[in-house]
């Protein structure tokens, strides 16, 4: 079934990198993607991978898959405390009339301390 | 700014009570999703429209409907409501909900600010 799953929260220091995993099920998943929900606020769009592509980077963010295992990761480097926000990982997956539908995971809390 | 739009910001109502939130779309964009955001629940797919017509249900009530008017917006129509119906409910939208082409992304959702539903 369609499934994505990340750890509820990470803390981490200001200035240090800052890792957040996921693992997905449907393994004909076109695109990853990566959203950030500040309190309050909407899903921002951080980013996403296309299946073919192992790594994507974008400034600060790095994005890593890895296929075979279905699991992907978000670097942020140099986290700061702005940074601070739920992040939301979602997998696309096909419905039947060829439309696709986001899987989102549950987020993952992060907390970036002084 | 994701250029969707959502109204109201908040609304506050009582139980038994039905209620209207709308969505209007990013310029250009087709699909439109809704979603709900609780605590206990996180982010829940309710519905999905393209171009005027339902294309996916998700856990959505039967006292929850939704619909999408010729100019794209879209309503989200919430009856009989109930304490556990207090939510964040995000509207989304994306060029389009086809995958014919896969190296074409169609499939990013940009999400709208939400409107806080509070039933007393």
């Known amino acids: 079934g369609e499934d994505v799953e990340q750890s509820l929260f990470l803390s981490v220091r200001e200035g240090d990198s800052s890792v957040i995993n996921c693992t997905y099920t449907?393994?004909?998943?076109?695109?990853l993607y990566w959203y950030k929900q500040e309190p309050g606020a909407g899903l921002q769009l951080l980013t996403y991978?296309?299946?073919?592509?192992d790594m994507k980077q974008d400034q600060r963010l790095t994005v890593l898959l890895n296929k075979k295992d279905k699991h992907l990761s978000l670097r942020i480097a140099d986290t700061q405390t702005g940074d601070s926000a739920i992040y939301f990982c979602a997998e696309s997956s096909l419905q039947g009339g060829g439309y696709n539908k986001l899987i989102f995971g549950a987020g993952t809390r992060l907390a970036v301390h002084p | 700014d994701s250029g969707v739009t959502q109204t109201p910001k908040h609304l506050i109502t009582a139980t038994g009570q039905r209620v209207t939130l709308r969505c209007s779309p990013r310029?250009?964009?087709?699909?439109v999703y809704w979603y709900q955001q609780s605590l206990d629940q996180g982010l829940q797919f309710l519905i999905h429209y393209y171009n005027g017509e339902e294309r996916a249900k998700g856990n959505i009530l039967e006292r929850f409907s939704a619909q999408q008017f010729p100019d794209l917006h879209s309503e989200l129509n919430l009856s009989s409501l109930e304490l556990g119906d207090s939510a964040l409910y995000f509207c989304a939208s994306s060029v389009a909900g086809l995958a014919f082409d896969k190296t074409i992304n169609t499939d990013t959702q940009y999400f709208g600010p939400g409107t806080r539903l509070t039933v007393l």
């Open positions: 449907d393994s004909s998943s076109t695109y």
């Open positions: 310029s250009g964009d087709l699909s």
């Open positions: 991978i296309f299946s073919n592509m």
